[in-house]
């Protein structure tokens, strides 16, 4: 299986704040990464597919970069809502693969 | 818009086998173009890819379930199903179900449904 490592685990920051994740494959899996975000009770959302590109519906202060096994998550200016947990997942190769979790909080 | 909801016991017994249903509104369970996918997630803990399914039939499992894992799908009901048998209190989790794209990515899920293993 292919493995997924986020960094940091956990962040502390403020309101207005640029953040930025990482997430790294154990090996290249072009671009078929995602992000989700989790608040506490609810079920995952997804935010970026294809390492870059924006959900429906989702907010221009997320994106999303990188290709092959090194990929940022970053969320321009952090509003109230953002404080949750985002996670990667890989699905270059079965089975679909999921990051840790960065846990997102308050400063 | 497409909507899941699972449903099934919360409590199953240490070496019984857990059932879940999911029940799918706002898209046919029988058109192409989407796989149906069951992810679980341990108290605390991070998320787990289970298993998918496709409107023909056709399944993938992960295989560090082994072959504890049966999904199938009935569409007369548009509902599709897992069943995990000889569970352990590892098993315990929150199961969603989830539409997944034939890129692999999962949107959108269920709430989720909390499942105990305990005699």
């Known amino acids: 299986d292919i493995q997924m490592t986020q960094s940091p685990s956990s962040l502390s920051a403020s309101v207005g704040d640029r953040v930025t994740i990482t997430c790294r494959a154990s090996?290249?899996?072009?671009?078929?990464l995602s992000w989700y975000q989790q608040k506490p009770g609810k079920a995952p959302k997804l935010l970026i597919y294809?390492?870059?590109s924006l959900q429906s519906g989702v907010p221009s202060r997320f994106s999303g970069s990188g290709s092959g096994t090194d990929f940022t998550f970053t969320i321009s200016s952090l509003q109230p809502e953002d404080f949750a947990t985002y996670y990667c997942?890989?699905?270059?190769?079965?089975?679909?693969?999921f990051g840790q979790g960065t846990k997102m909080e308050i400063k | 818009q497409v909507q899941l909801q699972e449903s099934g016991p919360g409590l199953v017994k240490p070496s019984e086998t857990l059932s879940l249903i999911c029940t799918v509104s706002?898209?046919?369970?029988?058109?192409?173009?989407?796989?149906w996918g069951w992810i679980r997630q341990p108290p605390g803990k991070g998320l787990e890819y289970i298993g998918s399914?496709?409107?023909?039939?056709?399944?993938y499992n992960n295989p560090s379930l082994k072959s504890r894992v049966t999904i199938s799908v009935d569409t007369s009901k548009n509902q599709f199903s897992l069943k995990l048998s000889s569970v352990t209190a590892a098993d315990a989790a929150v199961y969603y179900c989830?539409?997944?794209?034939?890129?692999?990515?999962?949107?959108?899920w269920g709430q989720g449904t909390l499942v105990t293993v305990s005699s």
């Open positions: 989830a539409v997944q794209f034939d890129t692999g990515e999962f949107d959108p």
């Open positions: 399914i496709y409107h023909t039939g056709n399944t």
């Open positions: 090996e290249s899996i072009s671009s078929y």
């Open positions: 706002g898209h046919s369970i029988s058109s192409s173009g989407y796989y």
């Open positions: 294809a390492a870059s």
């Open positions: 997942q890989q699905s270059y190769s079965t089975p679909p693969t």
